[in-house]
């Protein structure tokens, strides 16, 4: 059960959870695999949603009459999502993990509807913004999802699988998005398509389980008793706030270099347009090893390890790309590809070792609270980075130096997690996260 504030996590109290067992999985149940089915489906169309902003920027700031500094404005109030993505994660820990992602699985088309038909800037950023805090709590919640319905040894593959899922939907709309306006038709149209999914809630909700963990909690009456204080509570403080610390720094590096390698490859470097999109989808189709060689990794070496090395490689490989070439040579593009391609590794490892780590860290009735106050961070951390940029680029010699130097935040982080952080490769849910207390 989770540890109960009043009486700390070691208590003699009485909890009532031994009436209402979990069973001791070590093969995926049949509702298991058609509920990871599901989740699986549900990452790679919200993988499809959330890429659209991204890959639309330049039509979308034609469309409402932005310029650079319109279209940061803009995204940084939809950066604000975030926070309606905590309140859904929240509540998902309160009323159940299925009847969110339900929720969240409706409220997506019709938002995406919403943004498509708007005509005025207000009403696609409220549009947008409702938009990505779903996609942001349907993300949260099918990594704690997955997390919840695998056994032990097949935790850190699933996220693996998530991360590969949501890569595939990505994929769609950046292959769709530039045929789309090619044929002469608007960006909108992509919105659309977002908007059809609402035929598939069926089919999902036919699927989909609730978690068994959920319904233990929520039986012990864990879910109800247990506060969002608890993160900070001495039982799980150690943990949440080196997490928080570690993510926020990786975060404020790591969006900055998602985020400006297309300038830095055609507007610093000189690389033509096409041959740096070459560049980036090649790279990033090698990027894709990092989710099943994570997986593997965080179930043969740890969770843990795997997060240190894998930051330490995404820091380095983010400051190899911003810091060259040199001068002169002749075979930028491969230094630049061969760069992107480690961080790109790097990072989706550490996405799949850190998603295990931290869903394992923290009892079932904040466990999706967690991950959507991680997702908060996140955004925080990308509007942070944006903003030293910003103040950085004069003095340190311009954007791309200063993107290596965020970059380099990760390795204090990495450390960090690797110093405090315990090992939870190998234990069941409730014994890593002290609810067998």
């Known amino acids: 059960m989770a540890s109960d504030p009043e009486h700390g996590a070691g208590g003699n ?15 995926t149940t049949r509702p298991a695999r058609r509920t990871v089915i599901a989740v699986l489906a549900m990452l790679a169309y919200q993988g499809f949603a959330i890429s659209i902003n991204g890959l639309a920027a330049p039509w979308i700031g034609q469309s409402f009459g932005l310029d650079e500094t319109g279209l940061a404005t803009l995204y940084a109030w939809v950066s604000m999502s975030a926070i309606g993505g905590l309140v859904l994660a929240r509540l998902a820990d309160r009323v159940g993990r299925r009847r969110v992602l339900l929720w969240c699985l409706i409220a997506t088309p019709l938002f995406a509807f919403g943004a498509a038909l708007a005509t005025s800037l207000v009403w696609f950023a409220l549009c947008d913004l409702l ?22 040894e097949q935790r850190a ?8 899922a949501m890569g595939f939907g990505s994929g769609w709309c950046v292959i769709g998005m530039p045929l789309l306006v090619d044929a002469g038709h608007s960006w909108r149209w992509m919105l659309v398509v977002v908007a059809a999914g609402l035929a598939g809630v069926p089919f999902i909700a036919r699927l989909m389980s609730e978690s068994e963990h959920w319904e233990h909690a929520a039986a012990s009456g864990a879910t109800r ?13 150690r943990r949440t706030i080196p997490v928080s610390v570690c993510v926020l720094l990786g975060a404020i590096g790591g969006m900055a270099a998602n985020n400006w390698s297309y300038y830095h490859a055609v507007s610093e470097v000189g690389l033509t347009p096409g041959v740096t999109s070459t560049m980036v989808l090649v790279a990033g189709a090698v990027g894709a090893i990092g989710f099943p060689f994570g997986a593997w990794s965080a179930e043969r070496l740890g969770r843990v390890p795997t997060v240190v090395v894998s930051g330490l ?17 002749g075979h930028a593009v ?14 989706n490892a550490i996405m799949v070792s850190g998603n295990a780590a931290v869903t394992e860290l923290f009892p079932t009735a904040v466990r999706g609270t967690m991950v959507g106050w991680l997702s908060l961070l996140i955004a925080v951390g990308a509007v942070a980075g944006q903003a030293l940029m910003a103040v950085l680029a004069s003095p340190l010699g311009g954007l791309s130096n200063v993107v290596g130097y965020l970059a ?5 982080g990495a450390l960090l997690f690797g110093w405090l952080i315990d090992e939870t490769r190998g234990l069941a849910l409730e014994v890593a996260a002290h609810e067998d207390r």
């Not at 109290?13 to 093969?27: K, N």
């Not at 593959?157 to 590969?164: D, V, W």
């Not at 491969?334 to 990072?347: E, K, P, R, T």
């Open 13 to 27: 109290e009485p909890t009532g959870t031994d009436e209402v067992p979990v069973p001791a999985r070590h093969a």
């Open 131 to 152: 938009l990505y805090a779903s996609i942001s709590a349907t993300v949260s919640g099918s990594v704690v999802m997955l997390a919840e319905s695998l056994p032990i």
């Open 157 to 164: 593959k699933g996220q693996s699988y998530g991360g590969l």
């Open 225 to 237: 008793r247990t506060p969002l204080a608890a993160l900070l509570h001495p039982a799980y403080r």
């Open 313 to 329: 490689l995404a820091s380095g490989g983010a400051a190899w790309f911003y810091w060259g070439p040199p001068a002169h040579t």
């Open 334 to 347: 491969v230094w630049l590809g061969a760069a992107y391609g480690v961080f790109s590794v790097a990072a």
């Open 408 to 412: 380099l935040l990760g390795v204090p």
